[in-house]
């Protein structure tokens, strides 16, 4: 549904991605795709630290 890429203000070589799914259906979806898993691997190499965190909307 939404994905909003960001550099953070303190630590300039930190990135982050916030992602918006519809469903943990419509995630794992897309963590199947060809194109994600081409690109996890990548991203993992290139990255210093790479973490995930889920998290659900409160309001």
């Known amino acids: 549904m939404q994905y909003d890429f960001h550099r953070d203000a303190e630590q300039a070589r930190t990135f982050h991605m916030i992602e918006q799914w ?3 259906a419509a995630l794992s979806m897309h ?3 060809p ?3 081409a ?4 991203i993992e190499r290139a ?3 790479f973490s995930v965190t889920k998290m659900y909307r409160v309001s």
């Open 39 to 42: 690109a996890l691997p990548v």
């Open 35 to 37: 194109h994600f898993q």
């Open 47 to 49: 990255a210093e630290k």
């Open 22 to 24: 519809r469903d943990e």
């Open 31 to 33: 963590e199947a795709t």
